[in-house]
C-alpha cells in the first residue's frame, strides 16, 4: 500500500511543480495520503466503466512501478532529501518512532479482533460488488445500504487486505505525520504542542478500537 501510494503521490508533486513552485514544501510524510486521495479519485472514476477486480489492480500496481522507474532522477532526490532529514531527527523522535513500529505491528496481530456491525450488514458486500461489477445502476433499490457512495469501499477494493486493513494504514501515517510535526527542525512551538496533543489522542484511539494495518 505505501509502496503505490507514494509513487501516486510522487507523481502528483512532482505535476504540481510544474505549475506551483511552492509544492516544495509539501512534507514527504504526507506523500503516501496524497497519494491515496488521488488513487481513490481515479478509481472511483474507473469504476464507472469496469470492476476493480484483479487486472485493475495489476495495472495500478504497475503504473506505480513504471512512475518509479521512469522518473527515476526526481524520486532519487525526493528519497535523499527523506534521508538527510531523518537523520536530523533528535534521538526522543526516534524513541517515540520505535513505539509506533511496535504498536503497528500489535495492532496487525490482533487484526481479527476488531468487527463491526456494519461490516457484516453491508460493508463486505458492497465491496464485494465493487470488485465484482462497475456501478449498477438501482442497487439501492435490491439493499438501501449499498447505495452509500464511500471513498472507503473503493480503496479498500482496491487494495484488497481486509475490510478494516485500510484504517491501521492511515492511523500509521497519521501518526508519523504528527510526529513529523512534532520534531522537525523547522517546527514552531505552538504547532508541536498540537502535534503532540494529537499523537497522544490517536494513541487512545488506537487502544479502543484496535484497528488493523497493512503497512
Known sequence: ITLVCTSFGLASKH????????????????????????L??????????????????????LSALLY???????????????????????????????????????????STVYFAFDTGLYHAQAIQWIHEFK????????????????????ITAVFDVGVHSINGWLLFWSIAFFGWSAFHK????????LSLTMLVVIAILSVSFMYPSQI
Not at 41 to 46: N, P, Q, R, V
Open 135 to 154: 456501478v449498477v445502476p438501482g442497487l439501492t433499490n435490491f439493499h438501501p445500504q449499498l447505495g452509500f457512495d464511500s471513498s472507503w469501499f473503493m
Open 40 to 61: 481513490t479519485i481515479l478509481t472511483t472514476i474507473l469504476s464507472l466503466f469496469l470492476p476493480i477486480n484483479a487486472y485493475v489492480q495489476i495495472g495500478i500496481l
Open 186 to 193: 523547522n517546527r514552531q512551538p505552538l504547532s508541536s504542542a
Open 15 to 38: 505535476a504540481f511543480q510544474y505549475f506551483f513552485k511552492n509544492v516544495q514544501t509539501l512534507p514527504w510524510v504526507l506523500l503516501p495520503l496524497v497519494g491515496l486521495g488521488k
Open 68 to 110: 518509479l522507474a521512469g522518473d527515476y532522477r526526481f524520486v532519487k532526490q525526493q528519497l535523499g532529501q527523506v534521508a538527510q532529514e531523518l537523520t536530523s531527527l533528535p534521538k526522543s523522535c526516534w524513541l517515540i518512532i520505535s513505539g509506533l513500529a511496535v504498536g503497528v505491528a500489535l495492532f496487525a496481530s490482533l
